[in-house]
């Protein structure tokens, strides 16, 4: 059944990049088909996918080891799928507002004792720092580098306000984002030996895909 | 673009005291992109006694990505592959921050010697052994430990030679000394009881 999808080869790439994080790995070892637009039709539409989004790509994922098989549909894009999935335990990046928002504090007698934990130089007299809600100092550059990527503190793992402009409607604060998974898949089990068969279509929240460790 | 002046003052600081935590970490060569760190087994696990060696590769992104770390000694472990010595360590991977350093990820890697979680496995087959046949798990990881991350001791193959010696089939020999952990006197003990 997968002869009739392709992946495209920039898909691979991306894929690859993240097969570094092994929680991913496992979870999806296989890309078998991405097909985007005018899917609906061909499958058996009987899933109570709660919503069905405009324009609707459907990747289909498969596990060798549980021999299980993953449908998502509506995904905007396999990029923001994984993206969020790798945001899953990752912290996605702090907001503009709340990296502009850290106030800056002069490094003089009373508080020069102490070193940047992100580039471990010690302060300077007469420098500036920035502070972070969690109370936290550290150079403006080497903090804001990496709030852009996580934002949380370096040190306390403080949690920064999160974009939600940039990040889209698919990741929600916390327990929002499980859910909006579930919605989108459909867990079907498979025979590999034999003709497919039409599994469950019911959305299983403990199905492997959407746990966290 | 890797903060070398970060990871020279990080080579520094974990020279200071290698007395007490018994990490050590040294580059592969004048290139401080790759270098090796080296951590003992923990007491009272059955890598106790071991010296253990991780190959430590740096990203260019290094520290605001974290360090490749990978076992170059083989180990037995539920989240280390048998194979590759790849290491499941969530630091490692998406809770990296750049607060943590090449010393105190080596020591979560050593204290993940200690705390084995077989329900998270890099290492299926360990893993599945660990949790369904416990003493064999120890016995296998104590003859790894054995075999691969003691210089010092005397050679398997030397041990299974001395019992053939003894006059005991080197097959019977050969697995009495798995089954022990490579420890030479209860696997004698052993092929006498059995
Ligand atoms: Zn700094
Ligand atoms: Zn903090």
């Known amino acids: ?213 | 673009m890797i903060d070398f002046a970060r990871v020279q003052k990080e080579l520094q600081e974990c020279s200071r005291d290698v007395e007490a935590s018994g990490i050590k970490v040294a580059p592969k060569s004048d290139n401080l992109g790759r270098l090796t760190g080296t951590i003992p087994g923990p007491v009272g696990t059955p890598y106790e006694g071991g010296t253990f060696q991780i190959d430590i590769t740096l990203p260019d992104g290094y520290p605001f990505e974290p360090p490749k770390m990978q076992f170059a000694t083989k180990v037995w472990h539920p989240n280390i592959s048998s194979q590759s010595g790849a290491i499941c360590l969530d630091i490692l991977k998406d809770q990296w921050s750049p607060a943590l350093t090449l010393k105190t990820a080596l020591l979560s890697v050593q204290a993940l010697l200690s705390t084995p979680e077989p329900g998270d496995p890099q290492d299926a087959v360990v893993a599945q052994q660990y949790l369904r046949d416990y003493q064999t798990f120890v016995g296998t990881a104590r003859y790894w430990t054995e075999t691969f991350a003691k210089t010092s001791s005397l050679g398997v193959e030397e041990k299974v030679q001395k019992l053939v010696e003894m006059g005991f089939p080197e097959a019977l020999a050969r697995s009495a000394l798995e089954s022990v952990g490579g420890d030479e006197n209860l696997a004698l003990e052993k092929l006498c009881s059995g």
């Open chain 1, 1 to 213: 059944m997968a002869s009739e999808m392709e992946v495209p080869a920039e898909l691979s790439s991306m894929f690859e990049r993240h097969l570094r994080y092994r929680d991913l790995s496992l979870l999806l070892p296989f890309i078998l088909g991405f097909t985007s637009n005018n899917t609906t039709e061909q499958r058996d539409p009987d899933q109570e996918a709660p919503q069905t989004t405009g324009s609707n790509e459907r990747i289909i994922l498969i596990n060798p080891f549980t021999q299980g098989m993953v449908v998502i549909e509506g995904a905007a894009s396999l990029e923001s799928l994984l993206r969020d999935m790798g945001n899953k335990n990752g912290q996605p990046p702090a907001s503009k507002a709340s990296i502009e928002a850290m106030p800056k504090v002069e490094i003089g007698e009373d508080n020069k004792d102490g070193e940047c934990a992100v580039c471990l130089e010690e302060w300077e007299l007469g420098g500036a720092v920035k502070e972070m809600p969690c109370k936290h100092r550290f150079h403006g550059g080497c903090v804001e580098k990496w709030l852009k990527i996580h934002g949380n503190c370096p040190v306390c793992r403080y949690k920064m306000p999160v974009d939600e402009e940039e990040l889209g409607k698919n990741i929600d604060e916390g327990e929002g984002e499980g859910e909006r998974r579930v919605e989108r898949e459909i867990w079907v089990s498979f025979a590999f030996n034999g003709s497919r068969r039409n599994g469950d279509s019911n959305e299983n929240p403990s199905s492997d895909s959407s746990t966290e460790d």
